[in-house]
T-cell receptor, first 113, second 112 residues
Framework: AQSVTQLGSHVSVSEGALVLLRCNYS??????LFWYVQYPNQGLQLLLK??????LVKGINGFEAEFKKSETSFHLTKPSAHMSDAAEYFC???????????FGSGTQLTVLP | SQTIHQWPATLVQPVGSPLSLECTVE??????LYWYRQAAGRGLQLLFY??????ISSEVPQNLSASRPQDRQFILSSKKLLLSDSGFYLC???????????FGDGTRLSIL
């Protein structure tokens, strides 16, 4: 069984400041890890993914995340926040024969002017 | 390129009425298909997934059902809706092991 914990259901940052959204996972098998972003009343858009190989992965819109096996973490970062980054962010871990996703409860990011 | 379509975008239904939500994928074959529900202020809950025509796995006991009559068509149904069925329903597909899931735009279901 797998699970995902996102620390902080709401995070506020100033425009231009560092964005850090935390994600810890548990998985009985080597995990595939994902970050998704959701804008109001829309579906989820993939930001980035980790499957194998390089542990620092870069995604769209300037986001990146680092897989740290020893810490069972996959935190999402962006050096400089933009107003357009305001949205809800979901971390997910994938496993099982059909690679079902287990999602965290989400972090609502607010960007202050 | 692959696309996923969900309809309707919004739906208001009375308690006890039936439900049918449809999802289709274009540009790929034999995808894994998924139905999720997102309740207000909560994360996403996997309801059903399918690895092939007629093959449906249910993750959560409930009064909903799913069917996959064609390779790229996934339908979520209910015979009698409950108030607790309200939420945002998302369909997704993936190409296989290690591939990310791609989501439709969702259906906002309100039960009155």
């Amino acid at each position: 069984a797998q699970s995902v914990t996102q620390l902080g259901s709401h995070v506020s940052v100033s425009e231009g400041a560092l964005v850090l959204l935390r994600c810890n996972y548990s998985s009985s098998v080597p995990p595939y890890l994902f970050w998704y972003v959701q804008y109001p009343n829309q579906g989820l858009q993939l930001l980035l993914k980790y499957t194998t190989g390089a542990t620092l992965v870069k995604g769209i819109n300037g986001f990146e995340a680092e897989f740290k096996k020893s810490e069972t973490s996959f935190h999402l970062t962006k050096p400089s926040a933009h107003m357009s980054d305001a949205a809800e962010y979901f971390c997910a871990v994938s496993s099982g024969s059909a690679r079902q996703l287990t999602f965290g409860s989400g972090t609502q990011l607010t960007v202050l002017p | 390129s692959q696309t996923i379509h969900q309809w309707p975008a919004t739906l208001v239904q009375p308690v006890g009425s039936p439900l049918s939500l449809e999802c289709t994928v274009e540009g790929t074959s034999n995808p894994n298909l998924y139905w999720y529900r997102q309740a207000a202020g909560r994360g996403l809950q996997l309801l059903f997934y399918s690895i092939g025509i007629g093959q449906i796995s249910s993750e959560v006991p409930q009064n909903l059902s799913a069917s996959r009559p064609q390779d790229r068509q996934f339908i979520l149904s209910s015979k009698k809706l409950l108030l607790s069925d309200s939420g945002f329903y998302l369909c997704a597909w993936s190409g296989g092991d290690g591939q990310p899931q791609h989501f439709g735009d969702g259906t906002r279901l309100s039960i009155l």
